[in-house]
């Protein structure tokens, strides 16, 4: 039922976004000052999210979800340069057993470049870094394991295109490590995320 809700939403975002782009009103006014000096970008993606856990760097289980990702990031040159959090978030999976919430904070510096006219191809690297808290069963069966923390890091390409002013359809695929550890056991866990995004930028 879940899975069935977040894909209604998903179809309905990409169904609405090919009829703005399809509209006569769609009419980038300013582009070419994107990715200028001073300009600030606000936005999230809806993504799809393919995630393999790791115990001890062994493939341990692959899960998907769906995620819904928040970013800004700032121009403070006018040679595409670029610094912001990328993601800046809190997700949450919970069922009737178990919670686990995860806070991640990665800082980016990215290079973004015209390509003439409205399209602006765009590579970043992360870095950062995450914590896992457990609840419920979960972290019952595992007491000393309730909270795990550490180092995470990814890259990140793909192209914007304006479609109207002050704003941008963003498409890119994105690559990131987590790596946590628990203060009570040395051993490291973690995951690595390979994950395809289509959003929208707001820029100012």
Wanted: hydrophobic letters at 40%.
């Amino acid at each position: 039922m879940i899975r069935d809700f977040h894909s209604s939403r998903f179809s309905l975002f990409v169904v609405s976004l090919v009829l703005l782009l399809l509209s006569d009103r769609v009419v980038a006014q300013t582009p070419g000052r994107f990715a200028s000096q001073g300009v600030w970008e606000f936005g999230g993606n809806v993504a799809y999210q393919r995630t393999t856990m790791l115990v001890e760097v062994q493939a341990d289980q692959t899960s998907s979800i769906f995620s819904f990702l928040p970013y800004v990031g700032y121009f403070p040159f006018n040679n595409g340069i670029e610094f912001g959090l990328n993601p800046l978030g809190v997700q949450r999976y919970w069922d009737s057993e178990n919670r686990t919430t995860v806070y991640t904070i990665l800082g980016t510096v990215g290079l973004t470049g015209n390509a003439g006219g409205i399209f602006f191809p765009f590579a970043e690297v992360q870095l950062g870094y995450s914590a896992e808290i457990l609840g419920g069963a979960i972290a019952d069966l595992n007491p000393g394991q309730k909270q795990r923390d550490g180092f995470a890091w990814g890259v990140r390409g793909g192209v914007k295109c304006a479609v109207i002013d002050h704003c941008l359809v963003n498409a890119g695929l994105q690559y990131q490590e987590f790596t946590l550890e628990t203060k009570s056991t040395p051993i490291r866990t973690g995951s690595n995320v390979l994950m395809a995004s289509i959003g929208l930028t707001f820029w100012f």
